[in-house]
């Protein structure tokens, strides 16, 4: 849809997703996983699934992050460990101009998350919410005047059927180790920027990055 210009040129995106604080070791066996350990994990809620979102955006948008600032918090659970926020939110910058706003978390019920995406173009917009509707609703260059919406199609392609659809046709996959590294780079620097936040505000000064 947006490549094929429906929305015109992509200026702006949100994207939410509403994860439970992972407790839940196996069906129906709760108590922390390696996920809560700041020594096996490099964050928290935050950085749990927003790697992936960083990367459908930079693919999306065919740029690079220029630069990226936010907030992480615990507002859900105080008790977790440094460094395992169940909140955050992100303002991304890319190379070419666009504005992204990632909020990611551990903030839902178990059985209750919530994941969306919305993206903006200079002709339309599209809205994916496959939580509660399943659907894609849009609006751009479409005989239909309005919005509309529509099924999001059959979400069983996985990527082990992309990665042998590709092998078997000698073409290069969708992503690389590149895209991954650039994916981490990303929120990484998230982190470093909130990081200095945290101590501009426990020390009462300014912190550079630099």
């Known amino acids: 849809m947006a490549r094929r210009g429906r929305l015109g040129k992509p200026i702006t995106a949100y994207t939410c997703l509403r994860a439970p604080i992972p407790r839940q070791w196996w069906p129906g066996r709760f108590g922390d996983t390696w996920w809560l350990d700041p020594k096996k994990s490099p964050g928290g809620g935050w950085i749990d699934h927003a790697i992936y979102h960083i990367d459908t955006l930079r ?44 909020e990611v978390t551990w903030t839902a019920k178990v059985g209750g998350s919530y ?58 996959t969708i992503a690389s180790v590149v895209d991954a590294r650039a994916n981490l780079e990303a929120c990484l620097a998230f982190y470093e920027a909130c990081l200095a936040f945290y101590e501009a505000a426990r020390s009462g000064r300014a912190v550079s990055l630099k």
């Open 59 to 102: 693919w999306l948008f065919g740029s690079e992050v220029a630069r990226i600032s936010g907030l992480v918090d615990n507002v859900m659970d105080k008790s977790l460990a440094p460094g395992m926020e169940d909140f955050g939110v992100a303002n991304v910058v890319f190379e070419r101009g666009q504005i992204a706003v990632i």
């Open 115 to 172: 994941n969306a995406f919305q993206v903006v173009g200079t002709e339309g917009q599209a809205v994916y919410d496959q939580t509660t509707s399943g659907k894609l609703a849009a609006v751009g260059n479409f005989a239909l005047p309005g919005w509309f919406q529509i099924d999001a199609g059959p979400q069983n392609y996985s990527l082990l059927d992309h990665m042998i659809e590709c092998l078997e046709n000698d073409r290069p």
